[in-house]
């Protein structure tokens, strides 16, 4: 099925999930685990869909413009098998996990590029209430923590990298630092923001301006890039633009994409994405400016 076509009657309507979408999503990443709303399930849930749907904006590149309606995001995520950026991968999320029986809702993060951060509603987040403590998760950032943060302040460590949430003093909002092992991470000294964020709920239409600002503007790294990126039990490995890149350990191997048949079946080799005959390969190939 091509991103032209209509989407399954089976994935027609919005809201909840039905039984037929949920039997199809838990294939779709691989999940065999119980049916219940407790924080080992939150983990593994994570996890499968971390190493099973991948980060990618392939057809941002392409220029087809995104559908946040939950029929078109079913059908590309579960039909089509493709992947998606944060809008699309953690709004599909949180519906499975509300219908295991997960509190969720959809939280608004501004991302650090490194000297100030992002808008409003640059990234979304999940916030999931689970016995009465609340944590974050996100299968939408691409290379980021892979088991869901306790708001607690507790750190986690994940192959070599630490991450945690902390409160900014004065205010209502908090922010995830990540630093790298080796480098007295633990204790804070390399620690570096990788987003901010409030626990102040919002619904999908929220994020729909920046979505499309994402998708269409210069100025979002989403248009100057083509990036495919899935997490493995070692590390990552990401097509982006003309380079597949391979992190296992910490150690990064890069090697250049030379054609389009290549481009395509490494595609499909790492991601099971089939993209349509007509896709334009060497478009997403192409090094966009900076």
């Given at each position: ?49 971390l190493q099973h ?56 993060a501004r991302v ?21 403590q609340s944590w ?155």
């Amino acid at each position: 099925m091509n991103s032209m076509q209509r989407p399954s009657t089976v994935f027609a309507g919005g809201g909840m999930l039905n039984e037929a979408q949920i039997q199809a999503y838990l294939a779709r990443i691989a999940y065999t685990g119980p049916r219940a709303a407790t924080l080992d399930v939150l983990t593994a849930l994570h996890a499968s869909h971390l190493q099973h749907i991948p980060f990618e904006n392939l057809d941002i590149s392409l220029g087809r413009k995104l559908d946040l309606s939950t029929p078109a995001l079913l059908d590309k995520l579960l039909q089509q098998q493709r992947g998606g950026f944060c809008y699309e991968l953690n709004q599909a999320f949180s519906l499975l996990l509300q219908s295991f029986g997960f509190q969720t809702s959809l939280i608004s993060a501004r991302v650090f590029n490194g000297k100030d951060y992002g808008p409003d509603f640059d990234h979304m987040l999940i916030q999931v209430l689970l016995d009465g403590q609340s944590w974050i998760a996100d299968v939408g950032f691409g290379d980021s923590f892979r088991a869901p943060l306790n708001m607690n302040g507790q750190a986690i460590t994940e192959l070599g990298m630490h991450y945690q949430v902390q409160p900014e003093p004065g205010t209502a909002c908090f922010r995830l630092r990540q630093g790298k092992d080796g480098k007295d991470g633990k204790d804070g000294k390399d620690m570096q923001p990788q987003f901010r964020f409030s626990l102040q709920a919002f619904g999908i239409g929220d994020f729909e301006a920046m979505c499309l600002y994402q998708q269409t503007s210069p100025l979002s790294h989403f248009t100057q890039k083509t990036i495919c990126s899935i997490a493995t039990p070692e590390g990552r490995i990401s097509i982006s633009n003309n380079k597949c890149i391979t992190t296992e350990r910490g150690e990064r191997h890069v090697r250049t994409i030379h054609d389009a048949d290549e481009y395509r079946r490494l595609l499909q080799e790492h991601f099971g994405i089939h993209l349509a005959v007509d896709a334009n390969i060497q478009k997403l190939m192409a090094r966009h400016p900076a």
